[in-house]
Nanobody, 121 residues
């Protein structure tokens, strides 16, 4: 079993910064791509950033230059550094990971519970 737990969300002023972290735990497994999604009230969940096991990154256009995704493969963690936050960044942010539990097993997507990020004055 795999569990993803996000942390670091909260209330921040426009222009401020937050760093989100996500820790994966469970039995031995291989993690491939890790992602951060977000969902604002009344809107579809969207992919914010992704990072492959090799460190290749992709970002939504709306966050390029402001957000940075990183990972620590040894610790099975992924982080999202968010700078220059604005109110439209307000959303619940979800950690997602592609995981293979063992050789020959299928790859599944696992999700965290989400952490609230509110950008407001």
């Amino acid at each position: 079993q795999v569990q993803l737990v996000e942390s670091g969300g909260g209330l921040v002023q426009p222009g401020g910064s937050l760093r989100l972290s996500c820790a994966a735990s469970g039995s031995t497994f291989n993690i491939y791509t890790m992602n951060w999604y977000r969902q604002a009230p009344g809107k579809q969940r969207e992919l914010v950033a992704s990072i492959t096991s090799g460190g290749r990154t992709n970002y939504a256009d709306s966050v390029k230059g402001r957000f940075t995704i990183s990972r620590d493969n040894a610790k099975n963690t992924v982080a999202l550094q968010m700078n220059s936050l604005n109110p439209e960044d307000t959303a619940v942010y979800y950690c997602n990971a592609e995981v293979r539990l063992r050789i020959g097993a299928p790859i599944y997507n696992y999700w965290g519970q989400g952490t609230q990020v509110t950008v407001s004055s």
